[in-house]
Structures are given as structure tokens and as C-alpha cells.
């Protein structure tokens, strides 16, 4: 008689969207610190004393003007997406 094989992988929990967010921020803001000569994973994100929260919106408004995507509809499509995650 054949025995089946249990799937011995460990279960991973999946993430909140709220912390999936949150990871990907970080990422952003490290990758911006980077560019200024921090090293990956040095720069206090949560503190954010360079101000690298308000230059990534800089650039992505930049982003939008460029490749004529409305900048006022992808901040009103955010807060929605973020108020449904609340």
C-alpha cells in the first residue's frame, strides 16, 4: 500500500495588505537613501530625517506630468485604496 507524502514545506502566513504596504515603503525609501550614498538598509526610514517621503512624492508627481497620467485622479484612486485597507 502507497503512503501519500505530506507537503513538508513550513506554511508561510500570508501578509496584510496594510503590512505589504508598509514593507514596500520601506524598500522605496531605502532605494532613495541609496541614491544619496547611504548603504541598502542603513538609512532610518521611520525617522526620515533627509525628507525622502516628500521626494518620492516629488517624483512621482514629476513621473505623472511627464507620461501624462493625472496626478489629482492617482491621489484620489490612493486615498480610496488606502480608506478601504482601514
Request: one cysteine or more.
Amino acid at each position: 500500500m502507497e503512503t501519500s507524502k505530506q507537503n513538508t514545506q513550513p506554511t508561510r502566513k500570508p501578509e496584510s495588505n496594510g503590512s505589504v504596504m508598509l514593507s514596500i515603503a520601506r524598500e522605496i525609501i531605502d532605494c532613495r537613501a541609496v541614491r544619496d550614498g547611504y548603504q541598502p538598509g542603513e538609512y532610518d526610514a521611520v525617522r526620515d530625517e533627509e525628507g525622502y517621503v516628500t521626494s518620492i512624492l516629488n517624483v512621482m508627481h514629476h513621473w505623472c506630468m511627464k507620461n501624462d497620467i493625472d496626478w489629482d485622479d492617482e491621489l484620489d484612486r490612493a486615498l480610496a485604496f488606502f480608506e478601504s485597507d482601514l
